[in-house]
């Protein structure tokens, strides 16, 4: 939809976020028993229960811990009875937050929880995450994900937008924020490593970890009544790039400029931004297509250098955006999800408080 | 809280894939050393060639053949291969571009060392010996000093690389073109059940079958799955039931299981274990199958080394009053 169709489009916010510590592992919890915690502390916060939220959508992936229709499993940490209106996407959570966005904007629910859960330790990332690749041409091959991001970052060495300094300078600052966030997995001083996928470092690479997370949407009044500052989604758009490698520019992110356009990301400054960049050197992509200077806060969590539970680590940068308005840190902030190998799929919230 | 139990998960399949006709030329191209692009519309040659216009999504058909080689547009340096990928010793991964196509293509490419890999080298395709139409045809790259070598090729978008002029057309018919691919995937993980099924089955390894309860409705879950999907809270408190029950419903099962002993027909049914919220499922044995009815009272019966009970059969109790199991149907 084209922003010029909805005049009337109503106003619609994250009134509470959850999330979980994030850790290597986490074998002593079932999906469900980790992520039960967080619903129950993002309901607790708003005073909400099962009942009364009229949308529940959630973001994950079979794959990570090789257990099949886990997300109807996880569903038994909401209470879904009597039945609630509810859907799922195998993707981050941050998708399913758009999808509640837009629910919610149809006016057939006031609020909705939104949720995601990754459970990465019992397989090997990095091989579970070839299978989302072309399978005629490249999951063959089987790519892991350290490998695809190794040549962006080669290629954006080759154009000379940055070096190996730089790149452990956004590792070591993400990892200096994150010793603020008790949830984050690697906090303080880490080490760059040796190259785990020449040019990249092990420093360079997001820690494998398992984790969930958790948000409320509220529309209008509801927002208002629920949250003392509510983190209102003044927009929000994703999109995609084609999924050849070869054909993209792996040098730019043109979908995710174009989502930030179209979340009004560049109508006005933002204060902060929760990128969720995995790899370091895409940290250096997202900064130049959403025109992020120097004096824009970029990750204050630590971002996903610091934990990357993976189908929640979106949803997360988004709640960390709200949290900072929610808490008055902050009054405009971009946050953004990727999906995909090499920044192929962008998802940019502008999210806003009100004036102080 | 006792060790939670662990087990490797092999989840192994093979995909069978159809291919369109872009694909299937491609492919079969590549098992008779050929290799093919695609030109758009607006005059770029895509290699791999795709079945649709990435930009426009206008459907694509005019195939070319363009040269074995090519120059590398990105690289990254892997020391140490993992299964399933093209080389066992060390290598690089490349984004090659073919000389006469604007994309490019990933692929591994076989060199001593990082020293050795640049971006903009020329390169060359490394057949597989034996070649059945996949991308795997390709062994590999290999550093290539023939023609168009001694001087990098640029790599600027647009650029063509080498001499090759831009590809000649091809039908791409063959003879016997693939109509598919199958494509094997395994991914190896560690299960964990997590701590109240890993009580659940601790407790089954003792012959006792051990449900939780829930603190608000107070239904106990067997197994218990650590939540009550009713109320939406963490189950904890630990409720032996059984060992006798219920039979709530059942069917009668007259297709052979693969793999499976058990003579046709038999019974599969519903049972609700004495102080269980809810029914499980199991086998009837003991007992004609047309003979088990609902509300008959069976029993475990366990076999030597079993991790679980092999079926449940009548105990000899009076059958049950329906109204005491119609809420566990």
């Known amino acids: 939809m084209t922003r010029e169709e909805a005049p009337a489009r109503r106003e619609i916010a994250v009134v509470a976020f959850a999330q979980t510590d994030h850790r290597r592992t986490s074998d002593e919890f079932s999906e469900v028993e980790m992520l039960m915690p967080v619903l129950h502390n993002v309901l607790g916060q708003t005073g909400l229960r099962t009942a009364d939220i009229g949308f529940t959508c959630s973001g994950s992936s079979d794959y990570l811990a090789g257990r099949a229709f886990s997300f109807t499993l996880a569903l038994d940490g909401v209470g879904a009875w009597p039945p609630i209106s509810e859907s799922h996407v195998e993707m981050d959570g941050a998708w399913a937050l758009y999808e509640a966005w837009t629910k919610l904007l149809t006016g057939d629910a006031d609020t909705a929880l939104v949720y995601a859960y990754g459970k990465s330790s019992p397989g090997s990332v990095r091989d579970v995450l070839t299978r989302q690749l072309d399978p005629y041409y490249v999951a063959p091959l089987w790519p892991d994900s350290v490998a695809l991001a190794a040549l962006q970052a080669q290629a954006l060495m080759d154009a000379g937008d940055t070096d190996e300094p730089a790149l452990a300078a956004v590792a070591a600052r993400s990892r200096a924020d994150a010793s603020a966030n008790s949830h984050a997995q690697l906090r303080g001083p880490v080490p760059q490593g040796d190259y785990l996928v020449r040019p990249l470092r092990t420093g360079d690479c997001p820690p494998i970890g398992d984790g969930a997370a958790a948000v409320v949407l509220a529309a209008g009044e509801r927002a208002r009544e629920l949250c003392a500052r509510p983190a209102w989604i003044r927009g929000i758009d994703h999109r995609i790039e084609a999924h050849g490698l070869g054909v993209r520019d792996l040098t730019d992110s043109p979908s995710a400029r174009l989502a930030a356009e179209r979340a009004g990301a560049f109508e006005g400054p933002v204060d902060t931004a929760e990128l969720h960049a995995p790899f370091s050197s895409q940290e250096v992509v997202l900064r130049k297509a959403l025109r992020l200077g120097d004096d824009v806060r970029v990750n204050p969590s630590g971002g996903a250098l610091a934990a990357n539970p993976i189908m929640a680590a979106g949803l997360i940068r988004i709640g960390e955006a709200a949290a900072r308005i929610h808490r008055g840190e902050s009054d405009r902030a971009l946050a953004h999800a990727t999906s995909g190998p090499c920044l192929q799929q962008n998802l940019v919230a502008v999210l806003e408080g009100d004036p102080r | ?215 608000s409705c107070r239904k106990v879950y067997v197994p218990p799955r650590g939540a009550c999907p009713t109320c939406g809270l963490a189950t904890a408190e630990q409720v032996e039931v059984g060992p006798r029950g219920t039979v709530t419903t059942f069917c009668i099962v007259n297709i052979k299981a693969k793999n499976l002993d058990i003579e046709v027909p038999y019974v599969y049914a519903h049972i609700a274990l004495d102080g269980a919220g809810l029914a499980l499922h199991g086998r009837i044995g003991g007992i004609p199958y047309d003979q088990v009815r609902m509300g008959l009272r069976v029993e475990p019966v366990w076999t030597d080394g079993a991790r679980y009970p092999d079926h449940y059969r009548p105990c000899g109790e009076p059958d049950a009053d329906y109204e005491t199991y119609k809420e566990l149907l």
């Not at chain 2, 006792?2 to 069978?16: D, N």
């Not at chain 2, 191209?29 to 930009?55: A, K, M």
């Open chain 2, 1 to 215: 809280m006792p060790e939670v139990l662990k087990a490797p998960l092999v989840v192994e399949f093979p995909f069978t894939r159809s291919v369109g006709p872009v694909q299937s030329a491609f492919l079969t191209g590549l098992r008779e050393r050929v290799v093919l692009g695609v030109r758009t519309r607006d005059g770029r040659t895509l290699v791999p060639p795709v079945e649709y216009d990435p930009v426009t999504a206008e459907e694509l058909r005019d195939l070319v053949e363009v040269a074995p080689t090519g120059t590398v547009t990105t690289w990254a340096w892997n020391h140490e291969p993992r299964r399933g990928q093209p080389l066992t010793s060390p290598f690089a991964w490349v984004l090659v571009r073919f000389d006469g196509a604007d994309t490019a293509l990933l692929h591994a490419l076989d060199a001593p060392g990082p020293e050795a890999v640049r971006t903009g080298m020329r390169v060359r395709v490394r057949w597989a010996e034996e070649r059945a139409g996949a991308i795997t045809d390709i062994a590999c790259f290999e550093p290539y000093e023939g023609e168009g070598a001694g001087e990098d090729a640029r790599v600027g978008r647009g650029e063509h690389a080498g001499g090759a002029a831009a590809g000649a057309r091809h039908s791409g018919e063959f003879e016997d073109a693939i109509s598919g691919i199958v494509a094997p995937a395994r991914l190896d993980y560690t299960y964990s059940p997590g701590r109240a099924q890993t009580a659940y089955i601790n407790a089954l390894s003792g012959r006792r079958t051990v449900g939780e309860r829930c603190p």
